[in-house]
């Protein structure tokens, strides 16, 4: 075991794919903070705008009415405009950089939208605002905001924030990249049969080998992007318990630091999980590009069929846009679907043992053909 280690290592070490993948994960890290700075991303007073747009779009799909307490517009029309004034008002506080004044106004805006899910006729404009999800959560956040007189904002160009910006949208590359980079994980190896058969241990062990090896690619890959985003730290390291908003089976908020551990463990479970799914592929497919077709046909099928997530809510496959998950996105499917990360990380550690189970029991004593 440990001498098909040493050698796997000295044949890895060399690999071409391991570098570009390094390389690849450089580039992301770097491109990211570049995409962030040109295109201004996380410019809340761009949001806050787009907002009061589409609240104004909600506004046109009533009759012009008075919206005074007394006059003759509908309740949903009158808190509609209470919601465009509220807005209207975080634009301004924003402008000023007047921190407080806008979190006041957006726990307003957010208990405004609340009462309007009740009123007559909300189905009319409920495309242009908020999910009850979504709006549950920014009231939670900014209500926390008033209660702590938070005197700033978060700003993506510090250290902290834009780890959390990066993991909050790695979800759905990660399982991608690591289908890539495990794709040939063993064929390299079936080309030359003589150097799987010179190994002197098992085949399961000699799998093993090529598991911790990648394993700690994957490891070397995530600690790149921590020390990739060190260079944002000339902008100031930023708030580790900065509140994020997450659906953890009900509505709740965590800190900024513990969002990007619970990303990470997602991407390291979920890495092992497409590691082994490659292996077995491998060794029945015995073509990296039918194993490519296989790993994003079982990817991509439930989001390009949202309906198979409330069909079959507990497909592993589901769980792999871990981002989508912690932000209760099936919550707010046509067929509602209340499944958590939480659901799926002990999902896929089950299939992880089951994969180990079957790569021993059937691997290790030749009732697959490998080579």
């Given amino acids: 075991m440990l001498r098909a280690l040493k050698v796997g290592l000295l044949i890895e070490r060399t690999n071409r794919k391991n570098l570009v993948a390094l390389l690849a ?87 405004l939208r609340k009462e309007a899910f009740d009123l007559e006729d909300y189905d009319k404009v409920a495309d242009l605002l908020p999910t009850k999800l979504e709006n549950t959560l920014n009231y939670m956040y900014f209500k926390q905001m008033v209660d702590s007189e938070k005197q700033t904002i978060s700003d993506l160009s510090q250290y902290i924030p834009f780890l959390l910006y990066f993991f909050s949208i790695a979800g759905f590359g990660w399982y991608i990249f690591i289908s890539f980079y495990t794709s040939s994980i063993l064929l390299d190896d079936f080309e030359h049969t003589s150097l799987v058969k010179g190994y002197p241990v098992r085949f399961d062990q000699y799998i093993l080998s090529k598991c911790v090896i990648a394993f700690g690619y994957v490891l070397a890959f995530i600690a ?123 999902l896929m550690v089950i299939c992880i043992v089951l994969m180990l189970v079957i790569i021993q029991r059937f691997f290790s004593t030749g009732k697959i053909n490998r080579a």
């Fill in 25 to 111: 994960v450089v580039v992301v890290v770097f491109g990211m903070m570049f995409f962030i700075k040109a295109q201004e991303v996380g410019q809340q007073l761009d949001e806050k705008k787009s907002d009061f747009y589409n609240g104004r779009a909600a506004l046109s799909k009533f009759q012009v009415k008075d919206a005074s307490e007394d006059g003759d517009g509908s309740d949903l029309f009158k808190n509609l405009t209470k919601q465009n004034r509220s807005i209207a008002l975080q634009i301004a506080a924003l402008t000023m950089d007047n921190y407080p004044l806008y979190y006041e106004a957006s726990m307003t805006t957010a208990e």
């Fill in 224 to 346: 790149l992007i921590f020390i990739c985003s060190l260079v944002s730290l000339r902008n100031g390291f930023g708030d580790i318990t900065e509140p994020v908003r997450v659906f953890l089976g009900e509505p709740t908020l965590v800190s900024s630091i513990s969002y990007i551990g619970r990303a990470v463990l997602y991407m390291i479970v979920i890495s092992i999980f497409v590691m082994l799914l490659s292996i077995i592929l491998n060794v029945l497919l015995k073509n990296m590009y039918l194993t490519l077709f296989v790993h994003f046909i079982l990817f991509f099928l439930p989001i390009l069929f949202p309906s198979l997530i409330s069909l079959f809510p507990y497909n592993p496959f589901n769980f792999m846009s871990f981002n989508e998950i912690l932000a209760g996105v099936p919550v707010d499917l046509e067929k509602s679907t209340t499944i958590t990360m939480n659901q799926g990380l002990i």
